[in-house]
């Protein structure tokens, strides 16, 4: 069983911080690219920041030199650092990991991609 639990979401003022956490616990051979993603009332599910196994990132063009996605592979965690938070960021942000695991009760492991269950970001202006 493999569970991605975050943390951080919160209300904040336009122009503070925030810091959001995930991490991926359970049966995990290897972590590849994690993410996070939002979805605001009424929209799409969108990308926010992403970063590689080896620390390659990209960003959304609406949030970049605002968001900081970085990771500790050695605790299959990411982080997402916000900052200069606008009313615009308001949305469910989203953690998603690539994951290698293995069947349950299994030597078996297999591909997929994982999502947290999603933790609120209120920004008020």
């Known amino acids: 069983q493999v569970q991605l639990v975050e943390s951080g979401g919160g209300l904040v003022q336009a122009g503070g911080s925030l810091r959001l956490s995930c991490a991926a616990n359970?049966?995990?051979?290897?972590?590849?690219?994690m993410g996070w993603y939002r979805q605001a009332p009424g929209k799409q599910r969108e990308l926010v920041a992403r970063?590689?196994?080896?620390?390659?990132?990209n960003y959304a063009d609406s949030v970049k030199g605002r968001f900081t996605i970085s990771r500790d592979n050695a605790k299959n965690t990411v982080y997402l650092q916000m900052n200069r938070l606008e009313s615009e960021d308001t949305a469910v942000y989203y953690c998603?990991?690539?994951?290698?695991?293995?069947?349950?009760?299994?030597?078996?492991?297999?591909?997929?991609?994982?999502w947290g269950q999603g933790t609120q970001v209120t920004v008020s202006s």
């Open positions: 998603n990991a690539d994951l290698l695991v293995l069947r349950a009760q299994s030597t078996v492991s297999y591909r997929t991609e994982y």
């Open positions: 970063i590689s196994s080896g620390g390659r990132t």
């Open positions: 359970g049966s995990i051979v290897i972590t590849y690219s």
